[in-house]
């Protein structure tokens, strides 16, 4: 198969594409796997391909060695990310890849992406630049990690995962699927569940959110973000020549 549409969506929101960016991307060949929930998709090793959401939700997981239930998820992958375009350079990740629901992904092989990034500057910057999203968004975690707390922490995620969602076409009128138990939002957030579970209910209580299951419905774009102090500039959310 082709490269999926979310992924030439998601570089079409941020440069123009001419025809042959799209026919080279139309030809890149890509095999597609499905996981369940639970499921590694990437595991911690060396790597001869990377890996690109086509539906559903991954996060990153690092763990301490000799300590399984020591973990963190250090980051979440939407439709049209690249989850491991960094391993193309690395050759090993020190981390894995795990399935939040039902997941559709695209495997690319390395040697396909040697091929692009020898021929083809323009394309080879626009992947560049998915890894250096990726970065921003890894250090606004980081940040948002030492200055907000508690219910903030929590509705500047949902603000990024709204807008990220948005942006390639999986989530629309400000409701969107994060197939999140209250443990993984601990794990992300760096919080206790029971912590998570009065962040939830205060945002609730607010009348920011209605949150039932998976299914997240923002009641207020605008009193979320100021919640969250959230400015999506790390996003990337301009289009500009690169």
Known sequence: M????YF???LQLRDELSARDLELLREIPTTV???DSGEEVVSVGAHTRSCLMVRGLTGRVNRIVGKADAR??????VPGD?????AFVLKKLNHSVVAFGQVE???VEHADLVRMTESFPHLTRLFWMTTAIDAAIHRQWLFASSVLRSSAHLAH???EMYLRMEMVGVARDYTMTLPLLQRELADILGYSPIHINRAVRDLRDRKLVRWQAAEVEILSWH????????DPTYIEVERRPR
């Open 2 to 5: 082709a490269i999926s549409d």
């Open 8 to 10: 030439t969506r998601f």
């Open 33 to 35: 796997r499905t996981y």
């Open 72 to 77: 963190a998820i250090t980051a979440l992958h």
């Open 82 to 86: 690249f989850v491991d375009l960094h």
């Open 105 to 107: 992904v695209e495997f």
């Open 157 to 159: 995620l949902l603000c």
């Open 223 to 230: 009193g979320l973000t100021q919640l969250a102090r959230f």
